[in-house]
């Protein structure tokens, strides 16, 4: 089972940043959420993060950037 790939912008930027990033992923057969990261304080970053994540079956490979 290939892993659901699962991207987080950083500062200064949105889910959308991934977009030249998703369809090649899609393409090649794999599952891609560009989540949408609040970027209100790191705790609550990270719990936004942990509940999306909680909702996927599966391998999960998470990516991120600053």
């Not at 899609?26 to 909680?54: E, K, Q, T, Y």
């Amino acid at each position: 089972m290939k892993p659901t790939i699962v991207l987080v912008h950083g500062a200064f930027a949105e889910s959308a940043s991934w977009d030249k990033v998703i369809d090649p992923l899609v393409g090649g057969g794999h599952r891609v959420i560009a989540a949408a990261n609040p970027l209100r304080s790191p705790a609550a970053d990270a719990a936004a993060l942990g509940d999306l994540l909680r909702t996927i079956d599966g391998p999960i490979l998470l990516v991120a950037h600053s």
